[in-house]
């Protein structure tokens, strides 16, 4: 019995780790009246529905936004704004199987999707490309830290960011062998330590999707330059971790002291 069980759990482990809305997604001009609709092109040839926020003419600071593993992009609306108010151009987009887009998504896959966005915002006339900043949450900060090592940016924003799929699985999980079972792994805390661009750590001190000791984990294990900051009293999907006026003071200090604002 318990073997058909870790069976069955192998098989569809992927629909307890990914939650995608189905989709449509509205038009970004009906939530960020400056937002564009736009289209990003995965080298495996899937077709990436995203929105593009640009806050100037010239070349400036932009932020490409990694989502963690529920819902789509109009959900991050809010912190799209809040981050052009900062001075940067932001993207948002969907990974593969999120938001009507096609395919399923996979850590292989995701990974496929970041290199996509990044190298999209990369090429607009309005985005200094050595000036991007990689904004990761959840899943998404683990995503962000994979693409970091292939692709360095000015900087990284980790909220709520865990160690490991593993790490987080043994908090739900505790009765299950979750590292022998997971195929998709993000194993952040292998890959921190590599990295050289300035990184900033958000944490929600009453997190029960990430405990707070997991991001604090991983930001002792981050080299220098790193901040840590912690929203007191907010559990993962609070407004005031999501996309708080606090939250974002505190990022636009950090990129501020990056040089890039």
């Given at each position: 019995?318990?073997?058909?069980?870790?069976?069955?759990i192998r098989?569809?482990?992927?629909?307890?780790?990914?939650?995608p809305?189905?989709?449509?997604?509205?038009?970004?001009a009906?939530?960020?009246p400056?937002g564009?609709?736009?289209?990003l092109?995965t080298?495996?040839g899937?077709?990436?529905?995203?929105?593009?926020?640009?806050?100037r003419?010239?070349?400036?600071?932009?932020?490409?936004?990694?989502?963690?593993?529920?819902?789509?992009?109009?959900?991050r609306?809010?912190?799209?704004?809040?981050?052009?108010?900062?001075?940067?151009?932001?993207?948002l987009?969907?990974?593969?199987?999120?938001?009507?887009?096609?395919g399923?998504?996979?850590?292989?896959?995701l990974?496929?999707?970041?290199r996509?966005?990044?190298?999209?915002?990369?090429?607009?006339?309005?985005?200094?490309?050595?000036?991007?900043?990689y904004?990761?949450?959840?899943?998404?900060?683990?995503v962000?830290?994979?693409l970091?090592?292939?692709?360095?940016?000015?900087?990284?924003?980790?909220?709520?960011?865990?160690?490991?799929l593993?790490?987080?699985?043994?908090?739900?999980?505790?009765w299950?062998?979750?590292?022998?079972?997971?195929?998709?792994?993000?194993?952040?805390?292998?890959?921190?330590?590599?990295?050289s661009?300035?990184?900033?750590?958000?944490?929600?001190?009453?997190?029960?999707?990430?405990?707070?000791?997991?991001?604090?984990?991983?930001?002792?294990?981050a080299?220098?330059?790193?901040?840590?900051?912690?929203?007191?009293?907010?559990?993962?999907?609070?407004?005031?971790l999501?996309?708080?006026?606090?939250m974002?003071?505190?990022?636009?200090?950090?990129?501020?002291?990056?040089?890039?604002?």
């Amino acid at each position: 019995m318990v073997t058909a069980l870790i069976v069955a759990i192998r098989a569809q482990q992927r629909r307890l780790i990914y939650f995608p809305s189905p989709g449509p997604v509205p038009s970004a001009a009906t939530l960020l009246p400056r937002g564009r609709d736009v289209v990003l092109e995965t080298e495996d040839g899937i077709r990436l529905g995203a929105w593009y926020l640009p806050v100037r003419e010239q070349p400036g600071p932009a932020v490409v936004v990694f989502n963690g593993n529920g819902g789509d992009r109009s959900l991050r609306a809010g912190l799209a704004a809040g981050l052009a108010r900062l001075g940067l151009s932001v993207l948002l987009f969907d990974y593969r199987g999120y938001g009507g887009n096609p395919g399923t998504p996979s850590e292989k896959g995701l990974a496929a999707d970041a290199r996509a966005a990044q190298a999209w915002l990369a090429e607009q006339p309005a985005v200094d490309p050595a000036r991007i900043v990689y904004f990761g949450e959840s899943l998404g900060a683990a995503v962000a830290i994979g693409l970091a090592m292939e692709r360095p940016p000015a900087a990284l924003v980790l909220r709520s960011p865990f160690t490991s799929l593993a790490e987080v699985g043994r908090v739900h999980y505790p009765w299950l062998p979750v590292g022998w079972l997971l195929v998709d792994r993000y194993p952040s805390i292998d890959r921190i330590a590599s990295l050289s661009a300035p990184i900033m750590i958000i944490a929600g001190d009453r997190d029960d999707i990430v405990p707070e000791r997991l991001s604090r984990k991983l930001y002792d294990a981050a080299p220098d330059p790193k901040r840590y900051f912690v929203v007191p009293g907010a559990n993962h999907n609070d407004p005031e971790l999501v996309d708080g006026d606090r939250m974002l003071e505190e990022v636009g200090r950090f990129l501020s002291e990056a040089g890039l604002r």
